[in-house]
């Protein structure tokens, strides 16, 4: 059973474009809310990370909003670059040691 | 600091074989983990250690045993390799002040 479900499985946007991704869960006890970046060939490397109190963080840009009553939480990346290209991973925890991962979204930005 | 590093980077076993994966990480994190990665599957939480000589299961840890001697290294053994043990195996560390987990590199291992 996937804990945290994730779409699209894969993504193509034009340079400058925004890329958008979805990831939903149920369990209500989940307080953390990491999204991983991974290239080729590495490990996943933490982007951006939200907890339940709040409803959009942003860090450059990456935004996550979030949506508690829905149990919805999204990924935007504004101005996306072909530097972006990459398979991200949105992921959930209640406690921090259980990290449960979405199935990952294969970003592609077309220069 | 090397942070979190993984050998081998990539591995063939026969079915049936015997290997143990060495992760070891510099940062004196107390916690330490192993995902294996499939694909369209994300990662899957094998086994995770809050600690030396502390270890327990996540969510698919048959076929699979850690051990947790030093703070530094958290080794994976597969007993009998089997073909469903086909995928990429990530260690990860965190502090316990913190949720971030740290990723190695990966080991890729076929077994065939």
Known sequence: QQQVKQSPQSLIVQKGGISIINCAYENTAFDYFPWYQQFPGKGPALLIAIRPDVSEKKEGRFTISFNKSAKQFSLHIMDSQPGDSATYFCAATAGANNLFFGTGTRLTVIP | ?112
């Open chain 2, 1 to 112: 600091n090397a942070g979190v590093t993984q050998t081998p980077k990539f591995r063939i076993l026969k079915i049936g074989q015997s290997m143990t994966l060495q992760c070891a990480q510099d940062m004196n994190h107390n916690y330490m983990y192993w995902y294996r990665q499939d694909p369209g599957m994300g990662l899957k939480l094998i086994y995770y250690s809050v600690g030396a000589g502390i270890t327990d299961k996540g969510e698919v840890p048959n076929g699979y045993n850690v051990s947790r001697s030093t703070t530094e290294d958290f080794p994976l053994r597969l007993e009998l390799a089997a073909p469903s043990q086909t995928s990429v195996y990530f260690c990860a560390s965190r502090t316990g002040l913190a949720e971030t987990q740290y990723f190695g590199p990966g080991t890729r291992l076929l077994v065939l």
